[in-house]
């Protein structure tokens, strides 16, 4: 959280209290929208808000809010301008009347001005719902190959083929799509990676930087999120499986060492760090003698899943017993502290209990579940949270909410989030072959079918859904009759594609069977038979 004591702002907490106080004063909310690891929030504290006549002007005509976004990801989802800081002015409903990013003291000054006009001549008339916020459920639709098509299209649309990844100005590392890519244009994937650890690859401390504003990959911005270090470390992991470059599996070796040195709370992963840029810019000589930017030590649900995941596919790979250890140590905390009875809570710090099931955790937790699963033999509660979450965030359409429709402002309305959606029915696919349920599976389909009609209109950042929803048309199994860590087993993990699932304890004792969409295609009892039947089945 940035330092609310360096404004000169009267900042009300999230809550209920503070939009009482809006209605009964007759005043808009001021919500200012921040992260830890967001430089822009600080520099608009000391820029902006620590100006007299600025937060004057604030405390006296408006009722001014502040929120962590990473702790509170429905208002984050609701109300998000497109970046850290978000400045959002709204209704004593919380409708909104209008937003920005970062301001400076005279963009702000003009704003409160037009604000303050606005409200007053309309009042709550003038507040607008956010367009996502505005229809219930998906309208729906069918899972077919064509989903699948549609995506490959799109990866050949919006490739950058004198740079790499994908776009032509903006460069997001996208690990979600480089892991499509790397099964359908996979020199696409690997010209990507090798972007990514060129540019985003911090190789002094370690740890991959957010994105970078040129389309050359230059200027990066350099904030670290535990959650895509966590899955930039799973597509790395996935590139080195499938080419046998050591680049790869040395840039995920790397990370892995920064999430378990400096991200690393004695417990389980902490949430993120700051993107300092003069810090980031020394040279390694001057860096040693500089402080590093702080790092967030808020052990977050949906963070420590991705990480958690993220190790866990690295470790099956290579065997590396430091991403092994660190996995298991973050899943028994996550498990221990914040899973309970299938609800997952979003944080706990021991003096402040963040909100309890929110898609978001329910579905990373899970995937982190079903991977330890299949790599370890160790499920800890995963049935019993798909149940939980089917139970109690699924609507009669099949589609998922983002958590309880309950709260202030707009928290009362339904959100049905794509990419969160996604990632639970991933999860859910990967718990039905794993269990032989096969009604997780139909959730799943349900959950995907739910947008259905969405998916010509999708792009190359929501490649997930693509890979999902062929997944669940037909999925593939590596039955193997033998424990987790026999040599059999490890063979299956290294040689299964990724988009597979691999499960250890089978009753096909001494054999793997290779199963699609429930038909054997193959059996062996040794690692290089195992090897023929899918040499043979991808021939």
Same mark, same amino acid.
């Not at 690295?314 to 590396?320: E, G, I, M, P």
């Given at each position: 959280?940035?330092?609310?004591?360096?404004?000169? @702002?009267?900042?009300?907490?999230?809550?209920?209290?503070?939009?009482?106080?809006?209605?009964?004063?007759?005043?808009? @909310?001021?919500?200012?929208?921040?992260?830890?690891?967001?430089?822009?929030?600080?520099?608009?504290?000391?820029?902006?808000?620590?100006?007299?006549?600025?937060?004057?002007?604030? #405390?006296?005509?408006? %009722?001014? @809010?502040?929120?962590?976004? +990473?702790?509170?990801?429905?208002?984050?989802?609701?109300?998000?301008?497109? $970046?850290?800081?978000?400045?959002?002015?709204?209704?004593?409903?919380?409708?909104?009347?209008?937003?920005?990013?970062?301001?400076?003291?005279?963009?702000?000054?003009?704003?409160?001005?037009?604000?303050?006009?606005?409200?007053?001549?309309? $009042?709550?008339?003038?507040?607008?719902?956010?367009?996502?916020?505005?229809?219930?459920?998906?309208?729906?639709?069918?899972?077919? &190959?064509?989903?699948?098509?549609?995506? %490959?299209?799109?990866?050949?649309?919006?490739?950058?083929?004198?740079?790499?990844?994908?776009?032509?100005?903006?460069?997001?590392?996208? &690990?979600?799509?480089?892991?499509?890519?790397?099964?359908?244009?996979?020199?696409?994937?690997?010209?990507?990676?090798?972007?990514?650890?060129?540019?985003?690859?911090?190789? =002094?401390?370690?740890?991959?930087?957010?994105?970078?504003?040129?389309? #050359?990959?230059?200027?990066?911005?350099?904030?670290?999120?535990?959650?895509?270090?966590?899955?930039?470390?799973?597509?790395?992991?996935?590139?080195?499986?499938?080419?046998?470059?050591?680049?790869?599996?040395?840039?995920?070796?790397?990370?892995?060492?920064?999430?378990?040195?400096?991200?690393?709370?004695?417990?389980?992963?902490?949430?993120?760090?700051?993107?300092?840029?003069?810090?980031?810019?020394?040279?390694?000589? +001057?860096?040693?003698?500089?402080?590093? &930017?702080?790092?967030?030590?808020?052990?977050?649900?949906?963070?420590?899943?991705?990480?958690? +995941?993220?190790?866990?596919?690295?470790?099956?790979?290579?065997?590396?017993?430091?991403?092994?250890?660190?996995?298991?140590?973050?899943?028994?905390?996550?498990?221990?502290?914040?899973?309970?009875?299938?609800?997952?809570?979003?944080?706990?710090?021991?003096?402040?209990?963040?909100?309890?099931?929110?898609?978001?955790?329910?579905?990373?937790?899970?995937?982190?579940?079903?991977?330890?699963?299949?790599?370890?033999?160790? &499920?800890?509660?995963?049935?019993?949270?798909?149940?939980?979450?089917?139970?109690?965030?699924?609507?009669?359409?099949?589609?998922?909410?983002?958590?309880?429709?309950?709260?202030?402002?707009?928290?009362?309305?339904?959100? =049905?989030?794509? +990419?969160?959606?996604?990632?639970?029915?991933?999860?859910?696919?990967?718990?039905?072959?794993?269990?032989?349920?096969?009604?997780?599976?139909?959730?799943?389909?349900?959950?995907?079918?739910?947008?259905?009609?969405?998916?010509?209109?999708?792009?190359?950042?929501?490649?997930?859904?693509?890979?999902?929803?062929?997944?669940?048309?037909?999925?593939?199994?590596?039955?193997?009759?033998?424990?987790? $860590?026999?040599?059999?087993?490890?063979?299956?993990?290294?040689?299964?594609?990724?988009?597979?699932?691999?499960?250890?304890?089978?009753?096909?004792?001494?054999?793997?069977?290779?199963?699609?969409?429930?038909?054997?295609?193959?059996?062996?009892?040794?690692?290089?038979?195992?090897?023929?039947?899918?040499?043979?089945?991808?021939?």
């Amino acid at each position: 959280m940035t330092d609310d004591d360096a404004t000169k @702002v009267e900042w009300r907490e999230w809550g209920p209290e503070a939009f009482e106080e809006a209605r009964r004063t007759g005043k808009p @909310v001021l919500l200012s929208l921040v992260t830890p690891w967001s430089g822009d929030s600080k520099a608009m504290d000391a820029a902006t808000y620590s100006e007299p006549r600025v937060a004057a002007n604030v #405390n006296d005509g408006f %009722v001014p @809010v502040r929120a962590d976004a +990473d702790r509170r990801p429905r208002v984050r989802e609701r109300y998000n301008m497109g $970046g850290f800081p978000s400045t959002v002015f709204l209704t004593p409903e919380g409708t909104v009347l209008t937003g920005a990013t970062f301001l400076a003291v005279d963009g702000f000054r003009g704003i409160l001005d037009s604000v303050r006009k606005t409200w007053d001549g309309k $009042g709550e008339d003038a507040g607008s719902v956010p367009r996502a916020l505005r229809n219930a459920a998906p309208t729906g639709g069918e899972v077919t &190959p064509r989903i699948e098509e549609h995506m %490959v299209e799109q990866l050949l649309a919006a490739y950058d083929d004198e740079f790499g990844g994908w776009g032509s100005d903006v460069k997001f590392p996208l &690990p979600r799509t480089i892991e499509f890519a790397l099964v359908r244009a996979r020199d696409q994937a690997t010209r990507t990676l090798d972007a990514v650890q060129t540019h985003l690859l911090d190789t =002094y401390d370690g740890g991959f930087y957010r994105y970078a504003t040129n389309r #050359n990959w230059g200027s990066a911005v350099r904030e670290k999120l535990t959650d895509e270090n966590g899955a930039l470390v799973r597509a790395f992991a996935h590139g080195y499986r499938y080419t046998g470059d050591e680049t790869y599996r040395d840039s995920a070796a790397q990370t892995v060492e920064y999430l378990t040195t400096d991200c690393w709370t004695g417990d389980a992963f902490a949430a993120s760090q700051g993107g300092d840029p003069e810090y980031y810019t020394l040279e390694p000589t +001057d860096r040693e003698q500089a402080d590093a &930017p702080p790092v967030d030590g808020t052990v977050f649900a949906d963070r420590n899943g991705l990480a958690i +995941d993220g190790l866990l596919t690295f470790a099956a790979y290579t065997d590396d017993e430091r991403a092994l250890r660190y996995a298991e140590r973050a899943r028994e905390h996550v498990v221990d502290t914040l899973v309970d009875g299938g609800e997952v809570t979003h944080y706990d710090t021991g003096t402040e209990t963040g909100p309890s099931g929110l898609l978001t955790d329910q579905a990373r937790v899970l995937g982190a579940l079903t991977t330890s699963w299949q790599v370890q033999g160790e &499920p800890g509660p995963a049935r019993e949270i798909a149940d939980w979450t089917i139970e109690h965030l699924r609507d009669d359409s099949g589609a998922f909410r983002d958590g309880p429709t309950e709260g202030p402002g707009l928290l009362d309305r339904p959100l =049905y989030p794509l +990419d969160t959606s996604v990632e639970l029915a991933d999860a859910l696919l990967s718990l039905s072959l794993l269990t032989g349920d096969d009604r997780y599976r139909e959730v799943a389909h349900d959950a995907v079918a739910a947008f259905g009609a969405a998916a010509e209109r999708m792009g190359v950042e929501v490649a997930h859904f693509a890979s999902t929803a062929a997944r669940l048309l037909s999925p593939s199994v590596i039955e193997v009759g033998a424990p987790a $860590g026999s040599d059999l087993h490890r063979a299956a993990l290294r040689l299964a594609d990724h988009e597979s699932v691999v499960v250890p304890d089978a009753d096909c004792r001494g054999e793997a069977r290779v199963v699609t969409d429930g038909t054997v295609e193959g059996t062996a009892d040794s690692p290089a038979g195992l090897e023929a039947v899918l040499t043979e089945d991808r021939g």
